[in-house]
């Protein structure tokens, strides 16, 4: 497999057991960071809304402590891996030189074990106390992520974050199979929407660092195109993603309150997209480019939307 060569720092900065102070709680707090908590918590806002949809009420609250304690060793498990893979450029991008494996933590060798007993262990979860449709998606997710983005796209295109954002769309299949053991469209609707979210959420924060990303060797769009162009595709993704975020009423999905909130939000999004390309447009760079608005506006619209997606159920 060809990988983008980067320098390392020196050895003893990188994941050595050597480090000075190692004291417990530090730690573990290390381990924790390896899961990506504040990524998880993204995750587990698309997963148990959608159990309220596919159940039309309030699911059992029981499976939705072990869907969400799966998801996120799974999730964990995935975000180990990725660290353990992208350690040499984590030395070198400022906005992930404080990771455990950079500052000397946790070694690659206890994260590699970490990563991979996670991936274990949600799998078994999963499948002993969910079902076995919610283990293999969630593994599947896991190994997309590690594998196809991690391993594959990251350091080969631009179009990295495009498809490898899909295992950041399987928790809405895993929410609807760990209530139904089944797929549906619903799920599926709301998977194509996250698909299409996820490139102008992330590329706004690209286009912030990309001289992170152009300094070890990743193609990030940003790095290799415009803004202007940049803007552009963040514009039509943000069209294609509220068009289908739509579809749900129509197919009897979801009433009213979906509709009107998925309007709305979608209706500003559109609105702060377009700003951004019209700033682009304009040469305008630095600061006051103000990518990072639609980046921040991004969580906020699918936290908007997968609330509604839970509410809505009870206002039929």
Known sequence: MCVTAVESRPPGIIGTSQSPSRPIGARVKAFVALTKPRIIELLLITTVPVMFLAQQGVPDLGLVLLTCLGGYLSAGGANALNMYIDRDIDALMDRTSQRPLVTGMVSPRECLAFGITLAVVSTLLFGLTVNWLSAWLALGALLFYVVVYTMI???????????????????????????????????????????????????????????????????????????????????????????????????????????????????????????????????????????????????????????AVAVDPFLR
């Open 153 to 307: 796209l990251k350091r080969r295109t631009s179009q990295n974050i495009v498809w490898g954002g899909i295992a950041g769309c399987m928790p809405v299949l895993i929410g609807w199979s760990a209530v139904t053991n089944t797929l549906s469209w619903a799920p599926v609707i709301l998977f194509l929407v996250m698909f299409f979210w996820t490139p102008p959420h992330y590329w706004p924060l690209s286009m912030k660092v990309r001289e992170d990303y152009a300094r070890v060797g990743v193609p990030m769009l940003p790095v290799v195109a415009s803004n202007k162009t940049v803007a552009k595709q963040i514009v039509l993704y943000s069209w294609v993603m509220v068009a289908v975020s739509l579809l749900l009423t129509p197919l009897g999905y979801t009433g009213w309150f979906y509709t009107l909130v998925a309007l709305v939000a979608g209706g500003w999004w559109l609105w702060e997209a377009h700003a951004l390309q019209n700033r682009a447009k304009a040469e305008v760079t630095g600061a006051k480019l103000k990518e990072m608005r639609l980046f921040h506006w991004s969580i906020t619209y699918v936290s908007l939307l997968f609330v």
